[in-house]
Nanobody, 127 residues
């Protein structure tokens, strides 16, 4: 079976940092763009960041630019999200996901372009 498993969430004070990890198992995702989404209570799931399957190309939601960094280690089938200068409004369950297409040139940000969601990891930022 193919799985994505997120970890690294927790409780942190505003201004603090967390590093999320997403480990994929069951098959390689080295040719899939990978993304992080988040869902706050009572809100829709929204795009946070994505990274292309090859090269340094990344894409970020405006609200996290300059504070969050997405990276990947394809040898470990793992995607990371470094979150710095966290704010209370960043509180949400964070999910990683794999692009439905392989070898996609561009980076997409729509929910329905991704599949194989993990179970999520809770991030809580206190003020």
């Amino acid at each position: 079976q193919v799985h994505l498993v997120e970890s690294g969430g927790g409780l942190v004070q505003a201004g603090g940092s967390l590093r999320l990890s997403c480990v994929a198992s069951g098959r390689t995702f080295s040719t899939n763009n990978m993304a992080w989404f988040r869902q706050a209570p009572g809100k829709d799931r929204e795009f946070v960041a994505a990274i292309r399957w090859t090269g340094p190309n990344t894409n970020y939601a405006d609200s996290v630019k300059g504070r969050f960094t997405i990276s990947r280690d394809s040898t470990k089938n793992t995607v990371y999200l470094q979150m710095d200068s966290l704010k209370p409004e960043n509180t949400a369950v964070y999910y990683c996901a794999a692009d439905r297409e392989t070898l996609r040139i561009g980076i997409v940000t729509k929910l329905n372009e991704y599949e194989l969601w993990g179970q999520g990891t809770q991030v809580t930022v206190s003020s």
